[in-house]
Structure formats: C-alpha cells, structure tokens
C-alpha cells in the first residue's frame, strides 16, 4: 500500500477485511473522493469519466459481481475471468464472476457467490464476504453490486465453457500501485470517450471492471486518496 508520504506497506488479508469494515458508507466515500457532489444520489459508473452518459431514472438490470481477493502465500490477488467471445453482453472482456441477480437469490451476495460457482467452480464455503464496494451502473444497462470476499487457497477452478474463455490472478499489489492505473480514450459514436485501463501482461483489464478496481484502491488505499 502506498501512502501519501510514498511509505510502502504491504497489504494482509486481515488489513484488507479492516479497510472495508471501518470504509465511509458508498455515498460518503462517492464524495470524498471527489466523484459526487455532497448530497448527491448519482452512482459510480461508465459515466465517472463521460458526465453526458448518465442518465437519472434509466431502467436498469440488477447485477452481482464477486470481487474474489485470493490469500496466495506469496501475496495476495485477484481473481478475474476473461469472457467468452460470442456472449450478448461484454463478450472478450475481462470481469469478475458475477450475473444478474434471479428472483431465487437471497440478495446480491447470494447472487455474487452463486454466480461466481457456476462460472469458476470456486466452492461459495472458500470465500468470506467482508463489505462491498459502490453500486457500478454500467453503459449496457446493468446495475452492479460488487460483493468483496477473502478465498482461502485450495479451491478448485472449473470454468464453465461456454461463459469463460479464462481464469487468472493479478496480484492486488499491482492495481493499487498508482502508475499502473491509465486513462485511455477513444472517439465512439463519433463522441470522445474516456474510460480506466489496467494493462497487465497480455490482458487488457477496461470498462465497468477497472471502474471497479479503481474504487477497490479508494478503500484500501485512503491515505493516497486525492
């Protein structure tokens, strides 16, 4: 972890599960770091970098996604699955285990786990849940929940083929140094477009899943906040 004063200290599962349970609440934390205005209802989203895409009283698809941090010996990571190319819905692109929260789920949590077995294998009593990170809209309509767990090695890996195309780790060090973190930008639609980008090896980490990396740094780094 990098302080303000450029002091380095590693991060431990236990320092990650304290960050969460003394984190301000989403819409306090939107605020501080400078991504609403005091008050405001406005979500995290595509539109943190593209104002003009948001759009108040958009109906919206409620989503889960599991955050899995892997406490690895050497360090901890985490785990991220690339995605299938032929799917409707962010096809080729890294994300998180995660899905639309079904009318069987017992909240986003359940959803998160669930969803998260059936796209990786990981065992849901592999994971301890400690907190959430801010509710991510995302430009193709989905209201997001990331759900934020602790997965105790060994687990199995099991992609379900037909959704993931690969399951990898990046170790969380690497996303909470600040250098790592870009900001890329294209002309879509015959807009500019601004979006976070994670490069890592040969994987290209972009979109709502950086978006919600960069708030994974904000809580576990809040001393480099700002």
């Known amino acids: 972890m990098i302080a303000k004063d450029g002091s380095v200290e590693e991060l431990s ?124 809209v995302t430009r193709t309509g989905f209201e997001v929940i990331p759900v934020v767990g602790l997965v105790m090695p060994p687990f199995p890996i099991a992609p379900d083929s037909f959704e993931v195309a690969e399951v990898f780790e990046v170790p969380l060090a690497f996303f909470v140094a600040p250098e790592n973190c870009q900001r890329h930008r294209l002309v879509y639609e015959g807009k500019d477009r601004q979006f976070y980008v994670f490069p890592f090896k040969d994987h290209y980490i972009w979109g709502a899943t950086a978006g919600m990396l960069v708030n994974l740094v904000e809580v576990l780094n809040p001393d480099a906040a700002g």
């Not at 304290?18 to 991504?35: I, N, V």
């Not at 108040?56 to 699955?81: D, F, K, M, S, Y």
Request: glycine share 8%; net charge negative; no cysteine.
């Open 13 to 136: 599962a236990e320092m990650v599960a304290r960050r969460f349970a003394e984190a301000p609440t989403p819409r306090r934390r939107a605020s501080l770091m400078g991504r609403a205005p005091a008050g405001a209802e406005r979500p995290r989203g595509d539109h943190d970098l593209n104002p003009e895409l948001y759009e108040p009283g958009r109906r919206l698809t409620p989503a889960a996604v599991l955050v899995p941090i892997v406490e690895r010996e050497a360090g901890l990571t985490v785990l991220l699955t690339r995605r299938t190319d032929h799917l409707d819905d962010h096809a080729g692109q890294v994300s998180f285990p995660g899905g639309r929260i079904e009318a069987f789920d017992q909240g986003p949590e359940a959803a998160a786990l669930r969803e998260a077995e059936e796209e990786t294998g990981l065992p849901p009593d592999r994971v301890r849940l400690i907190g959430r990170l801010d509710t991510y």
